[in-house]
Nanobody, 114 residues
Framework: EVQLVESGGGLVQAGGSLRLSCTGSGFTFDDYTIAWFRQAPGKEREEVSCISSSDSSTYYADSVKGRFTISSDNAKNTVYLQMNSLKPEDTAMYYC???????RGQGTQVTVSS
C-alpha cells in the first residue's frame, strides 16, 4: 500500500522557518517525482515545489522561489521542504504527493502569524 506521511507543520511568526518532511512507503521512491502542494481555505490548490528522486531536478512556484528549498533523502524515502522567510500568505495545509498520481498524504498545517 502506497503511503505518504507529512510532518513538521506548525505555527510560526512571519520571517520564521519550518521544515516539512514527507516520508513515503509502499513504492520505489527513486522512480518518482514528489511534489508539495498547498491549499488555503477559499483558494485554489497550488503546486509549491517538486523534486525528481532520480536526478534531483527541482521546480518552485514563483511565490516561493528563493525562500523554499526542496531536497530528498532516497535512503530514508523522505522529501523535505525547507521554508524560510515565511509570510502570512504561506498559511495553508501542505501536503505531498506522487506527481501525476492520486497518491497524497493527509497534510500538515502551516500557519504564519503576522
Amino acid at each position: 500500500e502506497v503511503q505518504l506521511v507529512e510532518s513538521g507543520g506548525g505555527l510560526v511568526q512571519a520571517g520564521g522557518s519550518l521544515r516539512l518532511s514527507c516520508t513515503g512507503s509502499g513504492f520505489t521512491f527513486d522512480d518518482y517525482t514528489i511534489a508539495w502542494f498547498r491549499q488555503a481555505p477559499g483558494k485554489e490548490r497550488e503546486e509549491v515545489s517538486c523534486i525528481s528522486s532520480s536526478d534531483s531536478s527541482t521546480y518552485y512556484a514563483d511565490s516561493v522561489k528563493g525562500r523554499f528549498t526542496i531536497s530528498s533523502d532516497n535512503a530514508k524515502n523522505t522529501v523535505y521542504l525547507q521554508m524560510n522567510s515565511l509570510k502570512p500568505e504561506d498559511t495553508a495545509m501542505y501536503y505531498c504527493a506522487i506527481a501525476s498520481t492520486s497518491n497524497r498524504g493527509q497534510g500538515t498545517q502551516v500557519t504564519v502569524s503576522s
